[in-house]
């Protein structure tokens, strides 16, 4: 079966400062990964999402994220934190194309971002 | 755009009713999901629905349903609401297989007293 673990559930930072969210995953085979977000009060929106092409992936709103197979990871990453950044972060991981999934998700634990100014 | 309409965003209901919770997608997706978000628990996966009247229970059915009687429509029910299922709830959809973007509604907070 597949996990996802959010290390972290509040992550603080200066605005300006690098933000580094960190997800690990488990799982027999290499999966899609992708990180959402969640403003208050909000549905979740997609920020990226790794399909099997470039390891490193670039989002929305200045975010990107590494695969790395041999650590099992996906950590988001912004060099510079904006105040509007602060809201909640998923990292979710579905199995590859082919199986019987229909692409659902599981999903880490979440962790909620918080800006200083 | 894709959107993914959930009926109602707030509701209260006593223990022991029959709960509908109601969502509408407009992109002809195939996949449709309903999640619950709690608290340091994520979202966890209560059914999907591949095709029309097809579903599957995902990781935490017990005391929901489900119905799906037309493609753009994904119904969640609690047959008798009890209070440990006060939570938001979140539908979604997606078409075809595993990569593809799974979209969100904006979620139905749902209080049981």
């Known amino acids: 079966a597949q996990s996802v673990t959010q290390l972290g559930s509040h992550v603080s930072v200066s605005e300006g400062a690098l933000v580094l969210l960190r997800c690990n995953y488990s799982?027999?085979?290499?999966?899609?990964l992708f990180w959402y977000v969640q403003y208050p009060n909000q549905g979740l929106q997609l920020l990226l999402k790794y399909t099997s092409a470039a390891t490193l992936v670039k989002g929305i709103n200045g975010f990107e994220a590494e695969f790395k197979k041999s650590e099992t990871s996906f950590h988001l990453t912004k060099p510079s934190a904006h105040m509007s950044d602060a809201a909640e972060y998923f990292c979710?991981?579905?199995?590859?194309?082919?199986?019987?999934?229909?692409?659902?998700?599981?999903f880490g634990q979440g962790t909620i971002l918080t800006v200083h100014p | 755009d894709v959107k993914v309409t959930q009926s109602s965003r707030y509701l209260v209901k006593r223990t022991g009713e029959k709960v509908f919770l109601e969502c509408v997608q407009d992109m002809d997706h195939e996949n449709m999901f309903w999640y619950r978000q709690d608290p340091g628990l994520g979202l966890r996966l209560i059914y999907f629905?591949?095709?029309?009247?097809?579903?599957e229970k995902g990781d935490i059915p017990e005391g929901y349903s489900v119905s799906r009687e037309k493609k753009e429509r994904f119904s969640l029910i609690l047959e008798s609401a009890s209070t440990n299922q006060t939570s938001m709830y979140l539908c979604?959809?997606?078409f075809g297989d595993g990569g593809n973007t799974i979209y969100f509604g904006e979620g139905s907070w749902l209080t049981v007293v």
């Open positions: 979604a959809s997606s």
């Open positions: 799982s027999s085979v290499p999966p899609y």
């Open positions: 629905s591949y095709d029309v009247k097809m579903k």
């Open positions: 979710a991981v579905s199995e590859v194309a082919g199986g019987t999934s229909y692409g659902k998700l599981t």
